[in-house]
């Protein structure tokens, strides 16, 4: 059989198909065309007046309506959602938030932290405080680590702090006498100190003999800072505020670093996170000084990572520190304070700057991120407690955070301070430009006695 057969064989056979295609189609066309004039055609014979009603077709029967089901709660709420569903998924995303947090909190606060015990059930975890026994931080969180299970050791250099600690009156809360001004004294203290924990001792006659573990070293420079202008800040005032924060705090590290590598404890430094986040005006030894903290424990993590032992940095916000020390830890006004610090500053120095430090002063005071909320600020600071839940966290979770942010004002500032414009920062501190009048002969800036008459008025 040739091609064209094929070909003439293979057209016959599909002509069924294409009839069979084109006879539906004719018909359903057919059928809508008669139902369309059927349609229209008894719409004309229903609505003709000539023609008798009894000859008229009958119409087709009324559609049956449902009354409306009056609806219920559920019924209208669902109606409201669909109606809308923007606003519906704000007050979800805002409640699903608000309820997480809120669980986490009471989750954080409701579970029970107590350090380990020996099997005897004595006391064996030892935590090492360094930092000023007259600072409100350092005893609260003394007597906090030490009411959940710890023995606790409180560095002391003078014998005024250590009748401090002693004054407490707490059994297990004992005074280290460490002087880091004296290498070869240090040494031997820790080398003691070492030895101390690793001899066995009985809890009680004929008990199983127990030995101490070190948990932890928790540094905690002071967190007083001078603050004032650049101009006026002496080459001796930065001098004594870097050997009492930087080099005293770094000292004191070296002395333990052993006792961490033997004991894989953990170090733990607390710092302030407001200023140095914001890094205003007038506060540049504050700034400078945690920043060489924090590049400081940054180095010591990569070198002990190798060994084990975790490196902490704690943020801290503002606490309420009233209910600890008393009347005797509250600072004194913001507003008589800025007032001493100005009068000691010659007459050029504030007609330059007093009106901005008084202007950052008192808006720093309000926001509770400078003269700290809860002391004396516009904004109550967070409870010590966070601290102490944060603290007893990072000595005894499995994988502790490099960075905790506790306390009021901590991450927020944080994250102003790193996404937000300095100049944005400075507005919002309440710093504006001012005119500095020149000095000419004898005359100290006649315009500047017109600006310091105006800082007068503001504090």
């Given amino acids: 059989m040739s091609s064209d057969d094929q070909y003439f064989l293979d057209m016959l ?21 008669t139902n369309s004039v059927s349609a229209a055609l008894r719409e004309s014979l229903q609505s003709a007046t000539w023609i008798p009603q009894s000859v008229k077709p009958p119409r087709p029967p009324p559609r049956r309506v449902i009354p409306a089901i009056p609806q219920g709660y559920i019924g209208r709420a669902q109606e409201w959602v669909l109606k809308h569903q923007a606003l519906t998924a704000a007050i979800l995303a805002f409640l699903g938030t608000g309820g997480f947090l809120v669980y986490r909190k009471r989750k954080l606060y409701g579970r029970k932290r107590r350090a380990k015990r020996a099997s005897n059930g004595a006391r064996k975890e030892v935590v090492v405080i360094a930092g000023s026994p007259n600072e409100p931080i350092t005893r609260s969180l003394s007597l906090d680590l030490e009411r959940r299970g710890f023995v606790v050791y409180v560095v002391v250099s003078t014998v005024e702090e250590e009748q401090l600690v002693r004054n407490e009156s707490r059994v297990d809360i004992h005074p280290l006498n460490l002087d880091i001004v004296d290498p070869t004294s240090t040494e031997q203290t820790i080398n003691h100190f070492t030895t101390h924990l690793l001899s066995p001792r009985h809890a009680f006659p004929n008990s199983t003999p ?18 004032g202008p650049i101009e006026t800040l002496s080459p001796s005032l930065w001098s ?19 006792p961490l590598l033997s004991f894989h404890a953990r170090l733990l430094l607390l710092t302030p996170s407001i200023i140095p986040s914001l890094a205003p005006p007038f506060h540049a030894i504050e700034a400078a000084t945690v920043a060489a903290l924090d590049a400081f424990t940054s180095t010591l993590r990569a070198e002990l990572a190798p060994a084990n032992v975790p490196v902490i940095s704690f943020k801290l916000g503002t606490f309420d520190c009233g209910a600890v020390g008393g009347r005797t830890h509250l600072q004194s006004s913001p ?30 005071s309000t926001r509770g991120c400078i003269n700290g909320g809860g002391n004396g600020g516009g904004v109550k600071g967070s409870p010590l407690r966070e601290l102490h839940n944060g603290v007893f966290d990072a000595l005894t979770v499995n994988r502790p955070r490099n960075v905790w942010h506790v306390g009021n004002g901590s ?5 102003v301070g790193k996404w937000v414009p300095a100049g944005i920062v400075g ?8 005119g500095v009048g020149r000095e000419e002969g004898g005359e100290e800036g006649g315009e500047g006695s017109v600006e310091w008459e105006k800082v007068e008025r503001m504090v």
Wanted: charged share 20%; proline share 4%.
């Fill in 335 to 364: 507003e008589h304070a800025t007032r001493a610090d100005i009068l000691s500053w010659p007459s050029f120095v504030r007609a330059t700057y007093a009106k901005n430090y008084v202007a950052q002063s008192s808006a720093g």
């Fill in 240 to 258: 004594d505020t870097l050997n009492t924060k930087i080099l005293a705090t770094t000292t004191t590290t070296r002395a333990f670093l052993r």
């Fill in 210 to 227: 127990h030995t101490l573990t070190l948990a932890g070293v928790i540094l905690i420079p002071d967190t007083t800072y001078p603050s």
């Fill in 411 to 415: 991450l927020v500032y944080d994250v």
């Fill in 13 to 33: 056979s599909s002509i069924p198909n294409d009839v069979k295609k084109y006879s539906l189609e004719l018909a359903d066309a057919i059928e809508r065309q």
């Fill in 427 to 434: 507005w919002m501190l309440g710093i504006r430009s001012v």
